[in-house]
């Protein structure tokens, strides 16, 4: 049976990654798990400064999911490079690096510092809704996309995933840009802004009034525009969005995701990743598939 | 090493209005120090993320937590059975400090009494003082009185002092010795307490509370505003805390 999955060259030695953002650097989750038996793992939102991050609350649950407004909270990319990656390397990860910026200039910037070092992959945030300026400001218009990819692929040594926001009307106008500005893959979604009003105080229940929402309400929602977005590219899509469970991972699979990525179910499941790892591999025996790349895209539709 | 617990509900009771005290057996018991807390699953409904409860005691093979039943996941704790499973990560966080304290003082509000019983009896001849809203809501007097002298207040009055325990507090420190207060329990009462052991001199120790996801420092969500040697940061109440020494604490 073969779960590898290769992404741009690089081998995942199955298709699950973490989601940027839930999963720290790392060390957390890897007291419960050795971190190399995933795919890969990619780290919180790196910026090129150290951001302190929003006021709290930053948190709210919603019915099956859950709004957060953290605001990169991040030591910035140089600590990432001396202090987190290489813990990361030695415990022999295949690290993805999550870079989100104020600029072109900052996304060129971090791309150029991260060329020389062991990170495998980068992935660039142009959807973070939790930010005032760059963020999902980048990632919602399909000029600015295709224009950002271009210059970072400059400087980027390691392969490229735009990640993409959903807060669009048209997500394959944006997948395209990216794919046009020389993206090697596309990876969504990030979240969806949301809001949630305590009604005896008559306040949002977060400090920024507003947030991004995840977990397993968003799934559908995902798993159409990772499905949208397939027959929209021909670059390797990470899927993510509400995974809690191997069978959800084949869903997105299905819709045409070359691996997936599982972020806030780690907070209600410690092993999630490692339970998503195990559920693909019983689909896979109970269907009699030898080669996970061989259900990619394989939705078979009505009508 | 796995922090994720199942442990089994060996009693529960409402002990005051919407408040519950629950028994838990599990091996992880010796390893669960004053101040330390409990992720816990809510299952059998709508409550996605883990809650964040503290331990209120441990020993012998049990954990012992004390909640209020608030929204959904506290209601869906409050309707676990004897014998049933109960998902934990446990423990989590940073405790209380116990140092070598000759004269303690641990100071508690409402539902932030319950921690400080296993700290009250792991410290020497500590002097007590516990807030509540009314009467009613009084818990856990005849352990608390085992472990030293209890001073109570009501907000409404009606058993001890009537009002703050800040009150009743700043009597004891201006005539007693006291060379550290630690305190759990609503923000503008740790504020409060914060201020006097300022005036005092005296090192206090606070337990704060937020929102919480993860519950071990991966999410960066419960974030606590606070300053030290490096400056202003925003620490993490599940990893850096919940307990904080309080002059580095901005209290909002
Ligand atoms: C370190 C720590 C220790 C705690 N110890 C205790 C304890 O021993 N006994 C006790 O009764 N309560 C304790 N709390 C508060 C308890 O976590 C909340 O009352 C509980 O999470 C409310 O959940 P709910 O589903 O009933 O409410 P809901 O309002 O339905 O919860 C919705 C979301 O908001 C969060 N939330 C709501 N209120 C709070 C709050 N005050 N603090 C943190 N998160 C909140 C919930 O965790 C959940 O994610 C503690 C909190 C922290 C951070
Ligand atoms: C607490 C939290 C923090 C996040 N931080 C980031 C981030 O720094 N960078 C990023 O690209 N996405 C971030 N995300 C988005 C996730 O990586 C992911 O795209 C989204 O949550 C959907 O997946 P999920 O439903 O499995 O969580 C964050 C999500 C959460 C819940
Ligand atoms: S709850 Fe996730 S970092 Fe504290």
């Not at chain 1, 999955?5 to 957390?28: H, L, M, Q, R, W």
């Not at chain 1, 950002?148 to 840009?177: G, H, R």
């Not at chain 2, 996801?213 to 969500?221: E, F, R």
Request: a neutral charge.
């Amino acid at each position: 049976m073969k779960t590898e999955v290769n992404i741009c060259g690089i081998k995942f030695k199955n298709p699950v990654v973490t989601a940027s953002g839930t999963y720290g650097f790392g060390d957390e989750y890897g007291q419960f798990y050795d971190i190399s038996r995933l795919g890969a793992v990619c780290v919180k939102g790196l910026t090129l400064a150290k951001r302190d991050g929003n006021i709290p609350p930053r948190i709210a649950e919603t019915p099956s999911g859950i709004l957060n407004s953290v605001g990169l909270q991040n030591p910035g990319v140089d600590a990432f490079i001396s202090d987190y990656l290489p813990r990361l390397i030695d415990k022999g990860a295949t690290v993805i690096a999550n870079i989100s910026g104020n600029s072109i200039e900052d996304y060129c910037e971090m791309a150029k510092r991260l060329a020389g070092t062991k990170t495998h992959m980068l992935e660039m945030n142009i959807s973070c809704p939790n930010v005032k300026q760059g963020g999902m400001a980048f990632g919602t218009n399909p000029d600015t996309v295709y224009e950002i990819t271009k210059e970072v692929k400059k400087y980027a040594a390691q392969p490229l995933i735009v990640k993409l926001s959903p807060n669009v009307t048209d997500i394959t106008q944006t997948a395209k840009a990216a794919e046009a500005g020389g993206a090697d893959a596309i990876s969504l979604i990030n979240t969806l802004t949301g809001m949630k009003i305590d009604i005896n105080t008559r306040k949002p229940i977060l400090y920024n009034n507003i947030g991004g929402l995840s977990g397993p309400a968003v799934k559908p929602v995902a798993v159409r525009m990772v499905w949208q977005c397939r027959n929209a590219v021909s670059i390797p899509i990470i899927g993510m969005g509400g995974i809690a469970s191997g069978e959800d991972a084949i869903e997105f699979m299905l819709a045409g995701a070359n691996a997936v990525a599982v972020g806030t179910y780690n907070f209600v499941n410690p092993n999630a990743c490692i339970d998503v790892i195990n559920g693909i591999e019983d689909y896979m025996k109970k269907h009699n598939i030898d080669d996970i790349n061989d259900i990619v895209g394989k939705v078979i539709l009505n009508g | 090493m796995s922090l994720e617990v199942i442990g089994s509900v060996i009693k529960i009771a409402e002990i005051a209005p919407n408040i519950y005290d629950m028994l838990i057996k599990t091996d992880m018991a010796y390893k669960c120090k004053p101040g330390q807390f409990a992720n816990i699953l809510c299952e059998g409904g709508n409550a996605l993320l883990r809650r964040p409860i503290s331990i209120c005691n441990a020993g012998n093979n049990m954990v012992k937590i004390i909640f209020e039943k608030k929204g959904e996941g506290t209601k869906l704790l409050s309707e676990y059975k004897e014998g049933q499973n109960i998902n934990m990560l446990i423990p989590l966080g940073h405790g209380f400090d116990l140092g070598d304290y000759k004269n303690p003082v641990i100071v508690g509000g409402g539902i932030g009494v319950p921690p400080l019983l296993y700290l009250a009896e792991s410290v020497n001849n500590p002097s007590i003082f516990l807030g509540f809203r009314s009467k009613s809501n009084i818990i856990l007097k005849d352990e608390f009185e085992k472990c030293g002298k209890t001073v109570i207040s009501t907000d409404d009055g009606s058993f001890g002092h009537g009002g703050l325990i800040t009150v009743p507090l700043k009597t004891h420190l201006e005539n007693n010795k006291c060379d550290v207060i630690m305190a759990c329990g609503p923000t503008p009462m740790l504020k409060g307490i914060a201020a006097l052991a300022k005036e005092f001199g005296i090192p206090c120790q606070v337990s704060m509370e937020q929102r919480m996801a993860c519950g071990i420092g991966a999410c960066l969500v419960c974030a606590c505003k606070t300053k030290n040697k490096d400056g202003e940061n925003f620490s993490h109440v599940c990893k850096d805390g919940p307990v904080f020494d309080a002059a580095e604490v901005f209290f909002e």
